[in-house]
C-alpha cells in the first residue's frame, strides 16, 4: 500500500507557489501539465510552513513582490533545503539579498518555455545531485565494509588460536554491520560445542534459552536427513556472554527482528554456525558482507585445527621418545643382572672348582658362556643406538689419524683371524691428514666392519683395509647407496674394508644398515653377532658427517667403505 | 684374614661374588639390601666393599657417600657394581666417593684381581 502512493508522489513533481496575486497563480497552474507536475498556489504564512513540512515540494516559486513574505525566506529555505527554490522578481532589479536562498529567477515578463525550462533544468540539476550525493554515501559505505574485512581479514591470519578467530569474526561483523545480537555455535572446541552470545544488551535467562534452543535447531537443520556429526542439546551447550551495555535488557520477542545465518565451514567440514539479529531488516550488501566473513574464517580455522593437531601429535612423540628410551633403560637393567649370575655361575664351573669338567660338558658350558657374551653384547649395541638416537651419546673430537686406528684394529683382530686361517693386509695412504674424530668410535665402527670381514670369509682367503684422499667428485657410490647418501663438496677420507667371502644379495643390500637386518637371513645367523653393529656404525659415521656403503658379490666378497670429511684440524681451530 | 663385605639385592650374585672370594682367601660377609648393608658396615668395618648401585630403600650411591664422609670409615675401599642404566649414569656422573666401577655382566677372576689390589 505505502509504495504504491510513494509510486504516484515521486511520478509527480511537487510545485509550490507562494503568491497573493491570483493571475500569478492561474498563470502558472496553466504553462504546467497537470499530468506531471502537482501544483499548489497559498500566501498563508503557517499554511506554507505546514504544507512544507508535511509534503515538501520539489519546487517552491516565491513571489518577491509580495511585501509581507519578505522575512520567510531563511526559513522556507531551512525547512525545505532540499527543494528548489525559484524567486519570481520584478524585471528590473534583484535583491542582493535574495540570491543566499535562491537556485534560479523568474521575472514577470519572461515566455512560457522560459519558465518551463528554468523550473526543469534546476530539477535535473537536483535529481543528478541527489544521484551523485547517494552513490557517493554508496561508496563511502562499500569502502567503510571493505576496511572493516580488511581488518578481520588481517586479525585472521594473525593467529592459531581458534577462540580468537571466532572472537575476531563477530568484531569483524559487529563492524561491518552493527547489528544488536549474534548468536555463534563454535564446534570448534572438540566436545564442548561453546554458544558465544555476544550483544548490546542483557540478555533475560528465557531468551538465552530461547537462543540455545534456537542454535540446536539450526544446527540440526545443516544436515538434511542425515544425523549430525556431533550430537549437541541444550544442555551440554556451554554458553559465553559478551554483553556491550549490561545495565539495559532485551526485552521484545526475538522474532519481531531481522536475520541472517550462515555455517562456518570448509569443504566438509565443519566448524560451527553463526546467526545475527537486528532491529532494522538487513541489506543484500549485509548479506554478502555477512557471508564472505563467515567463510574466511573458515581456513584460519582450519589452519588453527591442523596446528592444534600437530601440537598434540608431538607431544604424543616427545612422550613416546622418552618411553622408549626408558624403557631401553630399564630393560637393559633388568637383562644385564639375571645375565650376570648366569655368567658367573658359568664362570665358577669353568674354572673347575666344583668339580671335573668333562670334555662334553667343557663343550656345551662354552656354548652357554658364548650366547651370554652375545647377549650382553646386544644389550650393550641396543644401549648405544638409543643413546645415538636420543642425540645422548658423548662424542669426544680430537685430531686423529685414521691410520692409527686401522693399525689399532688390525693388531686387535690378527689373532682372530689368524685362528680362523684369515690374514689382514692394510693399504694405507701414509700421507693422510689428521682429521677431527671420535677415535674410540672410529675403532668401534673399524673393529666392526673388520669382525664381519672375519665372520663371513672362508679360510686362507684375505682381508684388505685401505685408506685413502679423495675429492667427492671422485667417490662412487653404487645404485643402492647413492640416493640416499649425499656428501657435501670436498675432500673425503675413504676407508674400504675388503673381504673375499660369502657376500650380499643385491636385494639384501639395501637393508644390510637396518637394524636387526642379520635376523632375517638365516644363513649369517649362524655367524653370531648383533645385527645392531653395522647400523650404529651408520650412526657414528653419519655423527661426524660421514657415510657408509657397501659394494657386494653374492659368493664373491663385499667391500664396505666409509668415508670422513678431511677438514683439516687447523682450518677448523 | 681380610673383611669383605657385599651388598647386592641380587642373591645370586652376591653367591656367586662369595664362592670366588672365599676361594681366594677373604672373609666375606654379605647384605641383601642397603639398610642391612650399612649397619653391617658400621658393625664389622670391614676392609674393602662390593656395593651394588641400584637397591631398594637406601641405594649404593647414598651408602658410598655416608661412608665416605664418615672419617671412621673413610678409607674403606668402595667397588661400585652397576648395570649402565641411564639413572645409574646419571649418578655415576654426580660424585660418588666410589673406588672403582664394575659393570654387569663383570668376570669373576677380574673382580678377585681388582679387590686384590686394594687389600694387598
Redesign the interface.
Known sequence: MNTCKSDKIINMIKILVISDRKDKCEYFSTIFNKNTYELSCMSDENLIYDLISGDTPDVIIIDAQINSLKNINKKIKSIANNSIIIFLVPSSNIDKELIKYANAFLTDDMSDDFVISTVNVNLRMKNSLEMLSNSNKDLADSLYRLNALYSTSSQFSGTLDKAKLIQYMIEGMDRALSFSLTCTLSLCTAEEPVLILNSLYELSDELIEALKLRTVLNYNSLFEREEAPIQINTDTLKVIKQIKYPASRFTFNLFRFDNMFARISLGDNLFGCVEIFKEAPFSPDDATCFQTIAQQVSLPLKSAILYQEIIEANTKLAKLERLK??FI??V??EL??????I???L??LMSG?CGEITESSEKFLSMAMRN?QRL?GIINDL?DLSKIEAGKMDFNFAPTNINTVIDYVKTALSEVAKSKGLSIITEQDNSLPDITADAQRLEQVLTNLVSNAIKFTPENKTITISSNLVNSKDIHINEYFKDSIKLAPGDYILVCVKDEGIGIAPKDLLHAFDKFAQIENSLSRKAGGTGLGLPIAKQLLEAHHGAIWCDSELNKGSKFCFVIPAVRVEQLV | MKKILIVDD?Q??VE??K??LE?ADFTCYCAYNGEDGLRLAKEIIPDLIILDV?MPKINGYKISRLLKYDAKYKNIPILMVT??????DKIIGEETGADEYIT??????EVVKKVEKYLK
Open positions: 628410551s626408558e633403560s630399564i637393559s637393567h644385564r643382572t639375571p645375565l650376570t649370575s655368567k658367573n655361575s664362570d665358577i672348582r651370554v650382553s644401549l | 641380587e645370586d650374585i656367586s661374588l664362592f670366588v676361594a641400584m648395570a649402565r642404566s641411564q639413572e645409574e654387569k655382566p663383570f668376570e669373576l677372576d
